[in-house]
């Protein structure tokens, strides 16, 4: 999957999470980070693969932030999404995590106050992902 192809799916994958549990996000907070992928031992090999985080959060009253990731993990898991991590409150205060997994998209998703404040913070991971121009490359080697 080509980059921008993947930014575009995780900031309309952001803004679905952000509609459905009613928070504007800030454009100024959205932050796409393309890294290398890394293997298990940290190799890395240079043929384009990549991670994508995209990064963006809203404002919500904090006393509201477990409401609004009730209906966000709702919708995650009317999409196919697996809860791999949940919680809505830390010593009887507002401080939502939601961590979620759908193995056929290839990503992951977290939900989150930001800091005990009112901000909410939304994170898109992806799996490692290989550029078209990549896949060339590789399947002209191989068979070269």
């Known amino acids: ?28 907070s959205i932050k796409p980070y393309f890294s290398n992928c890394e293997g298990r031992n940290g190799e890395v ?8 985080a ?11 932030h477990p409401e609004t990731v009730r209906k966000i993990r709702a919708a995650l898991e009317k999409e196919g999404f697996r809860i791999t991590g949940y919680r809505e409150t830390v010593d009887g205060r507002p401080d939502v995590l939601l961590y979620a997994k759908h193995d056929e998209g290839r990503y992951f998703i977290d939900v989150g106050t930001g800091g ?24 002209q080697a191989v068979t070269g």
Request: include cysteine.
């Open 1 to 28: 999957m080509a980059k921008s192809d993947a930014q575009v799916r995780a900031q309309r994958t952001t803004e679905h999470l952000a509609e459905v549990g009613g928070v504007t996000v800030a454009p100024e």
């Open 45 to 52: 090999v240079e043929d384009g693969r990549y991670t994508l």
């Open 54 to 64: 995209y990064h963006a959060a809203g404002t919500v009253p904090v006393d509201q």
């Open 116 to 139: 005990g404040t009112d901000r909410l913070t939304f994170t898109v991971n992806t799996r490692c992902l290989m550029p078209p121009s990549a896949t060339a490359q590789h399947q």
